[in-house]
């Protein structure tokens, strides 16, 4: 076993590395030295967000990513991106232009790593259809951030600086906005934390954004780097081309992925450099949204896409009833015990050892609704359907493979 650092040792290394980002850092940069965590942990040689970005990428949630699509769940072909593929982009992209801006660039690379964990199966459908499951069963709606902050938070027990937490929470940019300002530094508190998880949860947040520059940031990134990334999957898939976007955006961003990515990231550095928002002039974010409508309409609505939806919403169905009837009859050799409750209880016992068994792991408190969601939001497209098969063979939906 190696010898651990001394604590005078530490104190050196955390007090060059603070003294190297105060000079990387502008006026609307957010400093590791003030970042918390809800329970104090000792001192390490890795600052506050290096240390909460390895603790993602190390998470069970996270090995998870390599089997999520991103949007193109109906055909069966290695031709499109995986929500793994996503995450590091929005991650090496937001770290750049942090850096151009004298943000903390640990900060938003943490937040990027995190931001999708809490997809279920087939993307933004699979969640829809998930969340309309909670309503029925009264336990709220399900949102992917929110289920991002709770699987890192709550199941796995990360125990993640509040800067990221909330960076995570307030990242979801469905609804694109021309800019963001950064709030009132008193606004970032486990209290209001907390307070919009459950305002999220039960619909009531109606404005949700990170309070932190950081994380408003990975928002706009988050766009940018789906935006044009999906025309280009769907360009190897045969569907449509970069010719096919409209003419405004092709004269305003751009006719590729990298001509638009450029454009995009070269506007939000311009207007926002030495500036507390994050913001896009006005020419560029109707273009923006130009491209994100025509989007919707061929690739987000595509018929193709529709026609698998019963399918899914059937199976979602069927794995919820299966596995809420095996959890009230307490069947330990069920899957959503030995697959989840199990699993997530041995790896938190690792940092935790007085969490080691179903009276003591405080998330066991929770309905068992609540818990079943997490198993199922939890799960890879490919792990989601082995389950399907094995109580309904017959049930499958109508891919495209393309070779």
Request: hydrophobic share 40%; charged share 20%; proline share 4%.
């Amino acid at each position: 076993m190696n010898k651990p650092f001394s604590t005078w040792l530490i104190d050196q290394i955390l007090q060059e590395f603070q003294r190297k980002e105060r000079l990387l850092l502008g006026p609307f940069g957010f400093s590791s030295a003030s970042a918390e965590r809800e329970i104090n942990e000792p001192k390490s040689y890795r600052s506050t967000f290096v240390r909460d970005g390895d603790r993602i990428i190390h998470s069970l949630s996270y090995a998870r990513y390599f089997d999520k699509t991103q949007v193109f769940f109906w055909i069966q072909s290695d031709m499109h991106q995986h929500r793994m593929l996503h995450v590091q982009l929005v991650s090496k992209l937001s770290r750049v232009v942090a850096g151009i801006l004298g943000l903390n660039t640990d900060l938003v690379e943490a937040i990027a790593l995190g931001h999708d964990i809490g997809h279920p199966p087939f993307g933004h459908d699979g969640e829809h259809i998930l969340s309309q499951i909670c309503q029925k069963n009264g336990i709220g709606s399900y949102h992917h951030n929110y289920g991002s902050v709770w699987f890192l938070h709550v199941i796995e027990r990360q125990n993640l600086s509040l800067p990221v937490l909330d960076g995570i929470l307030g990242h979801n940019g469905e609804q694109q906005v021309p800019k963001i300002s950064l709030p009132q530094h008193d606004s970032l508190s486990w209290n209001v934390f907390y307070q919009e998880m459950e305002d999220l949860r039960f619909d009531r947040a109606v404005s949700l954004q990170p309070k932190t520059l950081e994380g408003i940031l990975v928002r706009f990134i988050d766009v940018v780097s789906y935006i044009s990334r999906d025309v280009l999957d769907a360009e190897h898939l045969g569907i449509l081309s970069f010719s096919d976007i409209p003419d405004l955006v092709k004269t305003t961003l751009g006719t590729s992925n990298r001509e638009i990515i450029n454009s995009l990231v070269s506007d939000i550095i311009m207007n926002s450099k030495n500036q507390p928002y994050i913001a896009y002039s006005q020419e560029i974010f109707h273009a923006l949204e130009t491209l994100y409508q025509f989007n919707l309409k061929n690739l987000y609505l595509h018929q193709d896409k529709k026609r698998c939806l019963p399918q899914i919403r059937e199976a979602y169905n069927l794995l919820w009833d299966h596995y809420l009837s095996d959890y009230l009859h307490k069947d330990l050799t069920s899957k959503i015990f030995r697959d989840h409750i199990d699993l997530n209880l041995r790896l938190i016992n690792t940092r935790y050892p007085e969490i080691n068994n179903y009276e003591t792991y405080p998330y066991l408190e929770n309905s068992a609704e609540i818990i079943i969601r997490d198993f199922i939001a939890g799960m890879t497209d490919q792990y989601f359907w082995k389950l399907v098969h094995e109580i309904d063979p017959s049930l499958e939906i109508p891919y495209i493979i393309i070779e």
